[in-house]
T-cell receptor, first 113, second 111 residues
Framework: DQQVKQNSPSLSVQEGRISILNCDYT??????FLWYKKYPAEGPTFLIS?????DKNEDGRFTVFLNKSAKHLSLHIVPSQPGDSAVYFC????????????FGPGTSLSVIP | NAGVTQTPKFRVLKTGQSMTLLCAQD?????MYWYRQDPGMGLRLIHY???????AKGEVPDGYNVSRLKKQNFLLGLESAAPSQTSVYFC??????????FGPGTRLTVL
């Protein structure tokens, strides 16, 4: 059973609009969450993270929101740009094992010019 | 500064053949990891290492072995390849409890 779920395999958004990518987790021990971005034929690259002591973290156009009670987090991209078209992986780890990061299956985002 | 590199980029094997994937990093990171990526499954951790000479099992270690003889290198071996090991393999490295940096991947097909 997947501990980190991304229920939308794909998402299409118009350029300039907001992209919202969702992630759910089942393990209550997770306390650190990350988003990675992956272009075709490249490895994933780190995008943004959030600790469980926060409910929001912002970095430029990217904001991650964490709802611990719902075991849900989301990545907001505003405004969306064509260069944001990629696969986005949600990931989580627990303080007891930060070296083990559990990844979700990914959401493929297409930003349409 | 090349970051994390993986050799080879592509490989086709027949069932039962063996091979070794090489990962090298030049960032002096303590931790190194091997993942496999399959459609709809995300990245799954195969083995990892928290320092030179140490290795540990991840989520899906069966059929793979690893070695970390030098801090900058992490080798992933398949002793007897099976079609179920057809996948894209990613290596990553990090400082302890820090962001992981990934290599470009190796696409392996086992016939």
């Amino acid at each position: 059973d997947q501990q980190v779920k991304q229920n939308s395999p794909s998402l299409s958004v118009q350029e300039g609009r907001i992209s919202i990518l969702n992630c759910d987790y089942t393990n209550s021990m997770f306390d650190y969450f990350l988003w990675y971005k992956k272009y075709p034929a490249e490895g994933p690259t780190f995008l943004i993270s959030i600790s469980s002591i926060k409910d929001k973290n912002e970095d430029g156009r990217f904001t991650v929101f964490l709802n611990k009670s719902a075991k849900h987090l989301s990545l907001h991209i505003v405004p969306s740009q064509p260069g944001d078209s990629a696969v986005y992986f949600c990931a989580a780890s627990a303080k007891t094992s930060y070296d083990k990061v559990i990844f979700g299956p990914g959401t493929s985002l297409s930003v349409i010019p | 500064n090349a970051g994390v590199t993986q050799t080879p980029k592509f490989r086709v094997l027949k069932t039962g053949q063996s091979m070794t994937l090489l990962c090298a990093q030049d960032m002096n990171h303590e931790y190194m990891y091997w993942y496999r990526q399959d459609p709809g499954m995300g990245l799954r951790l195969i083995h990892y290492s928290v320092g030179e000479g140490t290795t540990a099992k991840g989520e899906v270690p069966d059929g793979y072995n690893v070695s970390r003889l030098k801090k900058q290198n992490f080798l992933l071996g398949l002793e007897s390849a099976a079609p179920s090991q057809t996948s894209v393999y990613f290596c990553a490295s990090s400082d302890p409890q820090d962001t992981q940096y990934f290599g470009p991947g190796t696409r392996l097909t086992v016939l």
